[in-house]
């Protein structure tokens, strides 16, 4: 029996406003879309159905639109005041991974990585938020993204509420997921290589709409395809129809480039099919069709079978596959055969050999793959007990880093929804598979856990029974450390990458000019000090490197000159003393300093040198090392 609140409509008087809409949507649902204050009604749309004349087309124009969408691309656009600090407490192999695991709202994060990391990207998988109601926590404020995001990891804002961009009233409208996915899928485009390729994993909620973004974004003519995972075998009996599927959408961000190197989009060959019926010394093949489609004047002779005698001609439309003088080598190389049996057409030989070289097609169902069944079971497997619902197998995201990176076993995969970190693991199974030396850049929202939420209960449960703070990238983190031991154990022989830097997003380290007026002299006084007094030279030396462009794994060497601490970052392209006192004396000895270990180096590029601006005791100390550099050719000097 259930019991009344005061939240069933049971309870409440009729609504008269929602029972309108519902008959309207139930007898024009064009006329019923979203608008600023939630479901509205297209007047136009409903002028036309009734004949009005007045209705014009000089508004109308092909794509897709809702409010916001303006504001949602000039978030895209507008710069980061954030910067991300360093983990090492938390990282994996801090001094030699490559990898990167960031925690921290995804579009602050991606705007911080576009100076280092655009255009070297070679593939981005995501799994975003499905948009079912209520299951994405990305409230982005058009002002102040950094602010936003520091309070939403405390749950709250100012007022207590519950940060949730949406809830069970609005989750269901497409316009708040419109506006959280479209400034990321803008700026996740620039990240990516001119070979890279796109992934992203929807149900049928938005699929369509994002196709549309998608289109508008990438072009519609770097669309690959859309494939079809299996992604479960249990039937939902209350549904009308059952879902089994999740969609993959594969864009590229330049699909002129893999329709002139196919091979280089391609999966491995598993060899099944292959056989040597007649012990060819080359190995295992398999028989391939001699025919191609059109009519290609040069390539429509005729074929004589060797043992019956028959000719054959290509099919109406088709020509074989080769010229007559190739066919001849072909025939002459053992290359030609005619069916099993010897009595039928033509057919080419294709080597297992030469097939694993140039690897094989991807098809658009994938059914042979693991179902989220398997995957939970796996994952639980791994952490020791059941954590999350429904993650993605490790199998299907192999594949995808199988397809994207066929010819690049060095690249970077990037997934900026890491969720429980499976393109991560996955890409160190990949490398010890293959031994390949793939990067991976993990992005995800260190979002509260509420163990009162049956979804999240269990996570919860995880977190505080293993001492980690109450949030999902705690988790992304630890499946990260077991699955980098499991690979180890597993692979006795592999020597490959299975660490990771953890980074945080935060406020810059610089501060901002914000004078008490009630308060003005003591404010003057704290703003000498330009840098935060709560922040590490680390913190500084990383924010340095996001904005001049350095890669985060760049290596860094330190060296102590007349008694001070210097940075070398990326042999010698960024040189940086962090000092809190350089006196008149110490500004001659420590650039001359500088100036040797910079010969040293010998860096490939122009050098960028960094102090703190308040250690210099005087103008007089600063102008004077300044001058130093400058003479020994080492111009952007610079003070923070």
Same mark, same amino acid.
């Given at each position: 029996?259930?019991?009344?609140?005061?939240?069933?409509?049971?309870?409440?008087?009729?609504?008269?406003?929602?029972?309108?809409?519902?008959?309207?949507?139930?007898?024009?649902?064009?006329?019923?879309?979203?608008?600023?204050?939630?479901?509205?009604?297209?007047?136009d749309?409903?002028?036309?159905?009734?004949?009005?004349?007045?209705?014009?087309?000089?508004?109308? &124009?092909?794509?897709?639109?809702?409010?916001?969408?303006?504001?949602?691309?000039?978030?895209?656009?507008?710069?980061?005041?954030?910067?991300?600090?360093?983990?090492?407490?938390?990282?994996?192999?801090?001094?030699?991974?490559?990898?990167?695991?960031?925690?921290?709202?995804?579009?602050?994060?991606?705007?911080?990585?576009?100076?280092?990391?655009?255009?070297?990207? &070679?593939?981005?998988?995501?799994?975003?938020?499905?948009?079912?109601?209520?299951?994405?926590?990305?409230?982005?404020?058009?002002?102040?993204?950094?602010?936003?995001?520091?309070?939403l990891?405390?749950?709250?804002?100012?007022?207590?509420?519950?940060?949730?961009?949406?809830?069970?009233?609005?989750?269901?409208?497409?316009?708040?997921?419109?506006?959280?996915?479209?400034?990321?899928?803008?700026? *996740?485009?620039?990240?990516?290589?001119?070979?890279?390729?796109?992934?992203?994993?929807?149900?049928d909620v938005?699929?369509?709409?994002?196709?549309?973004?998608?289109?508008?974004?990438?072009?519609?003519?770097?669309?690959?395809?859309?494939?079809?995972?299996?992604?479960?075998?249990?039937?939902?009996?209350?549904?009308?129809?059952?879902?089994?599927?999740?969609h993959?959408?594969?864009? *590229?961000?330049?699909?002129?480039?893999?329709?002139?190197?196919?091979?280089?989009?391609?999966?491995p060959?598993?060899?099944?099919?292959?056989?040597?019926?007649?012990?060819?010394?080359?190995?295992?093949?398999? !028989?391939?069709?001699?025919?191609?489609?059109?009519?290609?004047?040069?390539?429509?002779?005729?074929?004589?079978?060797?043992?019956?005698?028959?000719?054959?001609?290509?099919?109406?439309?088709?020509?074989?596959?080769?010229?007559?003088?190739?066919?001849?080598?072909?025939?002459?190389?053992?290359?030609?055969?005619?069916g099993?049996?010897?009595?039928?057409?033509?057919?080419?030989?294709r080597?297992?050999?030469?097939?694993?070289?140039?690897?094989?097609?991807?098809?658009t169902?994938?059914?042979?793959?693991?179902?989220?069944t398997?995957?939970?079971?796996?994952?639980?497997?791994?952490?020791?007990?059941?954590?999350?619902?429904?993650?993605?197998?490790?199998?299907?995201?192999?594949?995808?880093?199988?397809?994207?990176?066929?010819?690049?076993a060095?690249?970077?995969?990037?997934?900026?929804?890491?969720?429980?970190?499976?393109?991560?693991?996955?890409?160190?199974?990949?490398?010890?598979?293959?031994?390949?030396k793939?990067?991976?850049?993990?992005?995800?929202?260190?979002?509260?856990?509420?163990?009162?939420?049956?979804?999240?209960?269990?996570?919860?449960?995880?977190?505080r &029974?293993?001492?980690?703070?109450?949030?999902?990238?705690?988790?992304?983190?630890?499946?990260?450390?077991?699955?980098?031991?499991?690979?180890?154990?597993?692979?006795?022989?592999?020597?490959?990458?299975?660490?990771?830097?953890?980074?945080?997003?935060?406020?810059?380290?610089?501060?901002?000019?914000?004078?008490?007026?009630?308060?003005? *002299?003591?404010?003057?006084?704290?703003?000498?000090?330009?840098?935060?007094?709560?922040?590490? !030279?680390?913190?500084?030396?990383?924010?340095?490197?996001?904005?001049?462009?350095?890669?985060?794994?760049?290596?860094?060497?330190?060296?102590?000159?007349?008694?001070?601490?210097?940075?070398?970052?990326?042999?010698?392209?960024?040189?940086?003393?962090? *000092?809190?006192?350089i006196?008149?004396?110490?500004?001659?000895?420590?650039?001359?300093?500088?100036?040797?270990?910079?010969?040293?180096?010998?860096?490939?590029?122009?050098?960028?040198?960094?102090?703190?601006?308040?250690?210099?005791?005087?103008?007089?100390?600063?102008?004077?090392?300044?001058?130093?550099?400058?003479?020994?050719?080492?111009?952007?000097?610079?003070?923070?």
């Amino acid at each position: 029996m259930k019991k009344l609140t005061v939240n069933d409509p049971e309870t409440k008087s009729p609504d008269i406003v929602s029972d309108n809409v519902a008959r309207l949507t139930a007898l024009f649902p064009e006329l019923v879309t979203e608008g600023k204050h939630g479901v509205c009604v297209n007047v136009d749309v409903l002028k036309g159905l009734i004949g009005d004349k007045t209705v014009t087309d000089a508004e109308e &124009k092909y794509g897709l639109n809702w409010h916001g969408k303006r504001l949602a691309r000039q978030l895209a656009l507008t710069p980061s005041t954030g910067t991300l600090r360093p983990c090492q407490e938390e990282s994996v192999d801090w001094e030699k991974t490559q990898n990167l695991m960031i925690e921290g709202d995804n579009l602050e994060v991606m705007k911080l990585l576009q100076k280092t990391y655009v255009g070297q990207v &070679k593939l981005i998988y995501i799994d975003p938020p499905y948009n079912t109601g209520g299951d994405f926590v990305y409230p982005d404020d058009y002002r102040d993204n950094i602010r936003n995001y520091l309070e939403l990891t405390k749950q709250s804002d100012k007022s207590g509420r519950k940060l949730s961009s949406n809830t069970e009233l609005s989750g269901r409208f497409h316009t708040d997921w419109l506006n959280m996915i479209y400034p990321r899928m803008k700026l *996740a485009r620039n990240l990516l290589r001119e070979d890279g390729i796109l992934v992203v994993s929807i149900s049928d909620v938005e699929s369509a709409n994002l196709r549309c973004i998608l289109d508008e974004i990438y072009g519609d003519t770097n669309f690959i395809g859309c494939v079809i995972w299996n992604s479960t075998k249990s039937v939902t009996n209350t549904a009308l129809i059952s879902v089994s599927h999740t969609h993959n959408l594969i864009y *590229a961000k330049s699909k002129d480039y893999f329709v002139e190197n196919r091979a280089h989009f391609r999966m491995p060959e598993d060899g099944d099919g292959f056989a040597n019926p007649d012990n060819d010394p080359r190995g295992p093949w398999k !028989a391939d069709p001699f025919q191609v489609g059109g009519e290609r004047p040069n390539q429509l002779y005729q074929i004589k079978n060797p043992k019956t005698g028959e000719v054959y001609k290509p099919n109406p439309g088709c020509s074989w596959k080769n010229e007559y003088t190739v066919f001849q080598q072909l025939l002459a190389d053992n290359r030609i055969v005619f069916g099993a049996s010897g009595e039928a057409g033509p057919q080419r030989k294709r080597f297992l050999s030469e097939a694993e070289e140039r690897g094989k097609v991807a098809k658009t169902i994938w059914n042979e793959i693991d179902t989220t069944t398997n995957a939970t079971r796996d994952l639980k497997e791994l952490l020791g007990e059941a954590v999350f619902d429904n993650p993605k197998p490790v199998e299907l995201l192999r594949r995808f880093i199988q397809l994207g990176t066929h010819d690049r076993a060095d690249s970077i995969v990037m997934d900026f929804f890491a969720g429980s970190g499976t393109t991560g693991h996955a890409v160190f199974e990949q490398n010890a598979a293959d031994g390949g030396k793939r990067r991976f850049i993990l992005v995800q929202l260190p979002e509260p856990l509420d163990a009162d939420d049956k979804d999240q209960k269990f996570a919860a449960a995880y977190c505080r &029974k293993n001492a980690l703070a109450n949030n999902i990238a705690e988790i992304t983190k630890e499946r990260m450390r077991r699955a980098g031991n499991k690979i180890r154990t597993d692979n006795a022989l592999f020597s490959g990458d299975v660490g990771f830097r953890t980074f945080k997003l935060a406020s810059s380290n610089i501060q901002t000019w914000e004078p008490d007026r009630e308060r003005l *002299a003591a404010t003057l006084e704290a703003s000498i000090e330009h840098l935060k007094t709560d922040r590490t !030279a680390s913190d500084i030396l990383f924010e340095l490197m996001l904005k001049l462009g350095l890669d985060l794994c760049v290596p860094i060497e330190e060296k102590t000159i007349a008694g001070k601490s210097v940075q070398s970052i990326g042999a010698g392209i960024l040189l940086v003393c962090l *000092a809190a006192e350089i006196s008149r004396e110490d500004s001659e000895a420590l650039a001359l300093g500088i100036v040797e270990w910079h010969k040293s180096l010998a860096p490939t590029g122009e050098s960028t040198v960094v102090f703190r601006d308040s250690a210099f005791v005087d103008d007089v100390a600063k102008t004077n090392l300044t001058a130093i550099l400058e003479q020994a050719g080492m111009d952007t000097v610079r003070s923070i």
